[in-house]
Every structure is written in C-alpha cells, then in structure tokens.
C-alpha cells in the first residue's frame, strides 16, 4: 500500500469519526437530552439560574399475582359430570379437569368459561327428564355467566403478555416513533374493546382468535411504557422552563412599553428554534402515541372496573385515566398550558404572541 493511500485512509477516518463526534454531540438527538438543553436555553437567554428537577421514575406495572383475580370454584361435581353423556358439556369439562386444562393460562380459561356457558344452555333441553342435574347445570351456567366479567378481566389485565408493553426499563419515545407500530396496537385496543362490550351485552358466542395477534404485538412493544416515561419528563422540563419564565418575569421585564431589544430578540429566535424547532416536534409525537394508546386502555380498564383488583386503582388513575389530580395526562396538559401561557405573557411585551 503506498504512502499516499495510508493517508488517504487516515483522513478519511478521522472525518468519519469527526462526523460521529459531531452527532453524538448534538444536544437535540435524543429527548431526554432535547429537554435539557432546551430548559438550560431559556435560563441563559433570560439571565436566570438554571435548575434541572430530578425526573420521578414510573412507578411499576402492578405484579401479576397483585392484578389477576381469583375465579370462583364452580365446576360440576363428579356425579352430575358423569351423569352428563350425550352433551357436549361432558367433553368440555373433561378437557376442563385433564392435566393440560387445569394450567389454562387466563385467554383459555375465558375461552372455557364460554364454552362451557354455551355448551350448558345446548345441554339443558336434554335434562328435562332429571330434575335435580337439570337443576345443577342451570345453576352452573347462571353462576359461570355471573362470573365471567373476572374471567375477561384475567384475559386482559392479568395476562403475562401485557407486561412488556408497560415496562419501564426502556427508555423515552423515540424522537421518530414508527407510525405503523402504534396504529396496529391501536386498531387491536379498538378491536378488543368492541368485542368485550359485545360479551358484557351478552353477546357470547364471539370470536376470541384474534387475542392470539394482540398478545404477540403487546409482547413486542414497550410503547406504553415509553410513552409514560416520555409524558414524566415532558411534564418535569416543561415546568422548569415555565419556573424560570416566572421567575423573569416577577423580576424585570423582557421588554418596556412593548419595544423589541437585543434580548428579546434573542429570546424570540430561541422560541423558534429550538421550542418551535426541537422540542415541539417531540411533543407532537408524544401526543399521537397518547391519542392512540391512552383512551384505549383507559376504556378497557374502565369497562373493568367493577371487578378491577384494588391493588391495581392507583396506576389506573395515575397512567390510565386521562383526568383527575392524580392524572399524569391531566399533569402534562397543564403543563402544556402553563408553558404555553408564559411564553405568551413573555414575549407579549415585546408585541409578539406566539400561538395567539
């Protein structure tokens, strides 16, 4: 290789890394550092102090043992089970009492649970004859009926499947969040509140394969986690900036009798910048994962709540409600507004009023 060609090599490597010094140093290439940087712009354009609040963690998705409710021993007994021959409810509570069927995960049990009901009511017109096993699966039937809300509620909420999805030890939303991603769980969230609605209408005869695909994309996911994780340091940076806002203008104003200066200007073309430029966009993508996912899992845990575990109502009111004092979406869209509004105030005394 001649002297020539080495260098050739050896310049072309240093601007390699040069370029991947340049990116790794650029402040607006990841959220969590966009947010920080942005808050520390607004402090040294106002000639304030900056301070980065610590950022709470998430708190964790409730344990599975905390969220999955215990179903009520309602089976047959042996004699009305061997009683049953002829009915298809004898193979359902079979396959019910088999080795395999007494490890059901929770969509099976609920898949079971169905069975059964439908299997007794096809049953009972062959029972007129025997009164009191006539009797017992009437009984069983209307009692597994009472039942089933918990049984859905196992099949949602108290599935392994879903625990990925809410992990929080992943990090924030991506500064570009894939759009097909989040619009099929949002077409499933969709899908799976309909047809629960359609059972608690007493429409039981519908069609359970599609949880088998949910399952697979909530496994694959870890949107709701980030998304909680991005709107905690969202609500946090937006209200240092709007700290050090107020902290401006209860000491001087920016600007007297509504005449633009130096400052003030620079403070104008940092809003657009870097707010307008780098921060908004995020905060756009924020708001589409949440318009996506939040009321979908708001609606499933509320249509639930009847038999939602008590363990499981503080993340439901803080991650999952969109409203209320304890609300982190209720949090972030005040935050929003109070950000919104002294920038507003702000720059109105220079005869500007951004969003106005």
């Avoid at 040069?18 to 920080?36: E, R, Y």
């Avoid at 918990?150 to 108290?158: K, L, P």
């Avoid at 509140?193 to 429409?203: F, K, P, Q, V």
């Avoid at 005040?334 to 109105?348: K, P, S, Y």
Wanted: a negative charge; aromatic letters at 8%.
């Amino acid at each position: 290789m001649t002297c020539f060609r080495l260098k050739s090599l050896f310049f072309k490597s240093l601007t390699l890394l040069a370029l991947i010094s340049i990116a790794g140093c650029n402040p607006f290439s990841a959220p969590q550092s966009t947010m920080d940087e942005y808050v520390e712009r607004v402090a040294r354009v106002l000639e304030q102090d900056v301070t980065l609040s610590e950022v709470p963690l998430a708190d964790l998705f409730p344990r599975r043992r905390d969220r999955r409710l215990e179903m009520p021993d309602l089976e047959l007994g042996m004699l009305d089970f061997l009683s049953l021959y002829g009915c298809d409810l004898q193979f359902v509570v079979g396959e019910r009492n088999s080795s395999l069927g007494r490890v059901m995960q929770p969509v099976n049990i609920l898949r079971y649970e169905l069975r059964f009901i439908e299997a007794a009511e096809d049953c009972l017109p062959e029972l007129e004859d025997d009164e009191e096993l006539h009797e017992a699966v009437a009984k069983a039937r209307k009692a597994k009926i009472g039942s089933l809300p918990i049984a859905i509620w196992n099949a949602t909420w108290g599935i392994e499947e879903i625990e990925p999805l809410f992990t929080r030890t992943e990090g924030l939303l991506p500064m570009e969040t894939s759009g097909a991603t989040v619009s099929d769980l949002e077409r499933d969230l969709a899908l799976l509140n309909t047809r629960l609605t359609d059972l608690g209408e007493g429409n039981l005869d519908v069609d359970l394969a599609f949880l088998g695909g949910i399952q697979q994309r909530w496994q694959a996911e870890a949107r709701m986690g980030q998304l909680i994780k991005s709107a905690l340091h969202l609500v946090i940076r937006l209200n240092d900036a709007a700290d050090i806002m107020q902290q401006r203008l209860d000491s001087r104003p920016l600007c007297l009798k509504q005449r633009t200066n130096n400052q003030a200007e620079i403070a104008k073309n940092m809003f657009f910048s870097v707010y307008a430029g780098e921060v908004q966009p995020y905060m756009a993508t924020v708001d589409r994962v949440r318009d996506a996912l939040v009321p979908g899992f708001e609606r499933l845990a509320a249509s639930q709540r009847d038999v939602m575990p008590e363990s499981f109502e503080p993340y439901y009111r803080r991650y999952l409600q969109q409203t209320g004092e304890s609300s982190l979406w209720q949090q972030l869209d005040d935050a929003v507004a109070r950000h919104t509004r002294l920038w507003q105030e702000l720059l109105g005394q220079c005869g500007f009023r951004p969003g106005s």
